[in-house]
């Protein structure tokens, strides 16, 4: 058993507790308050004193590619949305899997150097399990379907889903989870989807996907047109496959072909109509919001304010390095405190990014506030000096360089140096 102690603890649940404290036993949290109360509680308790830190319930970042940390910089955005894809699938040509591999593993680090206790990884390819295995990071790893030509779903879904199997069994006893992500509307015929969608339900699975992220997309769904068809398609040889639905949107679309349920996270979700925000509401989805990679293709912005209005769980997200500059989710909160104009408060957008992702990625009852019986997953971020509020600090002066810990099942996984 340890005490951990610092000037500030934030359990998210609850107020700020000045000169606070946790007592960790094993993987678990088993009491959190103040300092004196707890030393007094369990005496004899060693204590470990952090000094002039807030501790906090580790990040939780619900959006990335780790394995796309490989071209980290090198996709420009180009003009449009699938200018950005046919840069991004272009550059992927030839990169090997151990490539890959390593490149999780470097973004891997980077999250708990950031303070990210948990991530939300959408993988192509099963090379940024290697790379969370290695981190001790917690995930929700979700493998990803593609395929266009609705007559073959069955045998399109064969790889990916042996694939997935294969997941499943490296992944037991560890603080890793297996998922789906059939892509997108426009990547995924209307038979793999449901194929997906009975594998996910047979099996219990989480599901991501990208939905209503461009206006590329809502154009394709809805006329058939545009440059989804012109240029996406046939550069990806399926430039013959008719569109799936004409005059629905994407999430009207998924939703009639049962793919939005309590489960699912939906990835953007930028452009939504007042009968979409509906339909997310009901089916109580959750939301994975990435402002900085919706600013870098130029997409337009999360209708934020109707989602919480409306109570829609919405958790903050990097997406990839190859349209966000880092994986750290302090520079998420502070871009996304500008581009939302100050509609939350520090503490909603603290929330946010620890038990919002948490109860996102379907893990609120474990992690994501510091609670006792919670896992004890958990970030310490060093002060400037005496702060009168600590989610003002943390909003407008956390960054990576302040982290001093990072734990994940009570377990440091990053712990800077003493200088
Ligand atoms: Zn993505």
């Known amino acids: 058993m340890l005490i951990l102690a610092a000037r500030y603890l934030l359990p998210v649940s609850q107020p700020p507790i000045r000169d606070g404290a946790l007592l960790i036993e094993g993987a678990r949290i088993r009491a959190v308050g103040p300092r004196v109360s707890l030393c007094r509680q369990y005496p004899g308790t060693a204590v470990r ?59 891997a680090a980077e999250l708990t150097r950031s303070g990210t206790t948990c991530v939300g990884d959408v993988t192509a390819t099963g090379a940024s399990l290697a790379g969370l295995r290695k981190s001790g990071l917690r995930a929700v790893v979700y493998r990803e379907v593609i395929g266009l030509d ?71 769904l809805r006329s058939g047109t545009g440059e989804i068809r012109t240029r996406l398609l046939p550069a990806t040889g399926w430039g013959d496959v008719p569109p799936p639905v004409l005059g629905a949107t994407p999430v009207q679309y998924l939703h009639r072909l049962g793919l939005l349920d309590p489960q699912c996270l939906v990835i953007h979700a930028v452009h939504l109509t007042e009968a979409d925000l509906e339909i997310l509401a009901q089916t109580r989805v959750a939301v994975a919001h990435c402002p900085r990679s919706n600013a870098y293709l130029d997409v337009g ?63 609120d009852h474990e992690i994501g506030t510091l609670e006792a019986g919670k896992r004890a997953d958990l970030t310490a971020l060093a002060l400037d000096g005496p702060e009168a509020d600590p989610y003002e600090f943390l909003l407008h002066e956390a960054s990576a360089a302040k982290v001093l810990l990072t734990t994940v099942d009570g377990r440091p996984r990053y712990e800077r140096e003493a200088s």
Request: with cysteine.
């Open 49 to 107: 004193d952090l000094g002039e830190a807030i501790i906090l319930p580790g990040l939780v970042n619900v959006h990335t590619h780790l394995e796309l940390s490989v071209l980290r910089g090198d996709v420009p955005p180009g003009h449009s949305f699938v200018d950005w894809i046919l840069n991004l699938l272009q550059r992927r040509r030839g990169l090997s899997w151990e490539a890959y591999a390593a490149a999780a593993e470097e973004g």
């Open 301 to 363: 912005r999360t209708p934020l304010k109707a989602l919480r209005d409306l109570g829609v769980p919405v958790g903050l997200g990097t997406d990839s390095l190859a349209s966000a500059e880092s994986l750290s989710l302090w520079d998420e909160i502070r871009f996304a405190h500008r581009a939302h104009g100050g509609l939350l408060s520090p503490a909603e957008w603290i929330g946010m990014a620890t038990a919002g992702g948490a109860r996102a990625l379907g893990l």
């Open 150 to 220: 609705d007559a073959g779903a069955e045998q399109i879904a064969e790889t990916p889903f042996a694939h997935l199997a294969a997941m499943r069994e490296e992944v037991q006893g560890s603080s890793l989870e297996v998922g789906i992500s059939p892509h997108a509307t426009y990547s995924v015929s209307p038979g793999l989807f449901r194929v997906c969608r009975d594998l996910q339900q047979r099996l219990g699975l989480k599901a991501a996907i990208h939905i209503a992220e461009s206006s590329a997309e809502i154009e394709y």
